[in-house]
């Protein structure tokens, strides 16, 4: 690999890919909002033409909401196939007050770019298309085939890319899937990523009286949802946190004595921990430590309750309504459909007659965990050891990318390389979310690296 070259070439360069990222990051691609269904086909648009620039050809494809963008280089006979894979679409920027600049004004502050989307996963991908420019600028051919999806639905649960992958399977055909939408062990400690949880999401719709009704008048005789709502949720997790759903932990794999070793010796800075989150103490499944409990054991957590008066001052009122969402982190062998069933049976059974009950589900994604010795793999370590000047580390993450079961499910893939470029603190979902322009420089050149060393 003309290394050195190459190297030399992104960081001449930093500042016009950084100038390019900028402008990626200005278009409010958020793809669970219908206002902005606009912007998240300009966003796929501009991947396009980017991936055009360095000689891929390609196109968008609709699907019932938002476009996949795929695109290959010329082909190079008989090398590899890479596929990567990302996402342009990000969340929703709000509370929008909390930001220090707008979310889609992307601020360049102490060596870090602050966007909406700036780690996840716009700028990680971001990474891939300049490593394969750079490369091109260079050398004047990549050493192996490439393949880019991106989808624009990462952030809603990857509604349509499963019959995509079905419909595209031939074309889709590779060596080994790259996806980069994930963080760092630490700071300045690389990781390849080898489990993700899965997810399932649902929602409760409890229903009681017809309209909201006076207290007085009917408080003692009616059934009142907001309570019978918050008894259900009081059931949902035992008091030492563990969950309490009849054979939610039945189908999980147990951490294996190595594994459980290996995340011990994470360098995990509990202190800094708790400052960045502004918490005291954590919580958690007793008899696992934090890496554990927030990496590779299953779990359960409201993401919001409403129903009745919550304004100003006081209304004395039993409510007609209540609800709340509700999402489980999953684990081998754990199935979103099992546990959604397990769940609405338990909650049914919760309720109390005269009280209507509704579920829909939000979210599915299966849990993974990938072979660490493949020859991939291998490829993947030497890359971030020649981008981050480290080898990398092994880790598991919280996290859900729906697609990644995906692939090994409809192409048979088993070769997929989680490389996460951000750093642990980069907040994606969160306000001020961003993204390191150190790391965004080590993620060009490791996926630059990676290009050669499948190529050997
Ligand atoms: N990039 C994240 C997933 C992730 C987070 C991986 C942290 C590794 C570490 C992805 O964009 C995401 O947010 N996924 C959702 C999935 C959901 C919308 C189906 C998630 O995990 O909540
Ligand atoms: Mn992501
Ligand atoms: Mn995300």
Not at 289 to 315: C, H, Q, Y
Not at 341 to 352: D, M, Q
Request: charged fraction near 20%.
């Amino acid at each position: 690999m003309p290394r050195d070259r190459i190297f030399s070439f992104t960081q001449d360069h930093m500042q016009a890919f950084t100038q390019e990222l900028i402008q990626f990051l200005s278009i409010p691609s958020v793809s669970t909002l219908s206002e902005h269904t606009g912007d998240v086909l300009n966003a796929a648009q501009w991947v396009l033409d980017q991936l055009k620039r360095c000689g891929m050809s390609g196109k968008l494809y609709p699907t019932q909401r938002h476009p996949v963008v795929l695109a290959r280089s010329p082909e190079v006979s008989g090398a590899p196939v890479l596929l990567i894979y990302g996402h342009y679409d990000v969340q929703p920027p709000d509370p929008l007050e909390e930001w220090q600049t707008p979310p889609f004004s992307p601020d360049i502050r102490q060596g870090f770019i602050y966007a909406r989307g700036a780690t996840d996963d716009k700028g990680q991908l971001f990474t891939y298309i300049k490593a394969i420019e750079s490369v091109l600028e260079v050398s004047g051919k990549l050493p192996i085939n490439i393949i880019v999806l991106v989808e624009g639905e990462e952030e809603i649960g990857s509604p349509n890319l499963e019959r995509f992958l079905i419909e595209h399977r031939e074309e889709l055909r590779a060596d080994a899937v790259a996806i980069s939408d994930g963080a760092q062990l630490a700071h300045q400690i690389p990781a390849i990523t080898y489990g993700l949880r899965g997810l399932c999401y649902l929602q409760i719709d409890i229903r009681g009286p017809r309209f909201d009704l006076h207290s007085g008048g009917f408080g003692g005789i009616v059934h009142n949802p907001a309570q019978v709502l918050s008894n259900i949720l009081q059931r949902l997790k035992n008091p030492d946190d563990t969950v309490a759903i009849p054979g939610f932990y039945d189908e999980v794999i147990g951490l294996e004595q190595w594994e459980r070793e290996e995340m011990a010796d994470s360098p995990l800075d509990v202190e800094a921990l708790k400052n960045y989150l502004g918490v005291s103490e954590f919580t958690g499944e007793p008899g696992y430590s934090l890496v554990e409990r927030s990496s590779a054991r299953p779990t359960l957590d409201i993401n919001g309750i409403w129903g009745g008066f919550s304004g100003e001052g006081a209304k004395t009122i039993i409510p007609a309504k209540a609800g709340a969402k509700v999402s489980m982190r999953l684990v081998p062998n754990q199935t979103p459909q099992k546990i959604e069933a397990l769940f609405t049976r338990y909650v049914k059974g919760l309720c109390p007659p005269g009280v209507s009950i509704e579920f829909s589900g939000l979210h599915h994604a299966e849990p993974v965990v990938v072979n660490r010795n493949t020859p991939s793999m291998l490829a993947a370590e030497k890359a971030i050891e020649a981008g981050f000047g480290q080898r990398p580390r092994f880790k598991r993450e919280g996290g859900s990318i729906p697609v990644v079961n995906l692939f090994r499910k409809h192409l048979n893939q088993e070769n997929i390389l989680l490389l996460g470029w951000g750093s642990p603190d980069d907040g994606p979902h969160s306000p001020n979310e961003r993204f390191n322009l150190e790391d965004f420089a080590r993620g060009i050149r490791s996926a630059a690296a990676l290009f050669y060393e499948m190529s050997k």
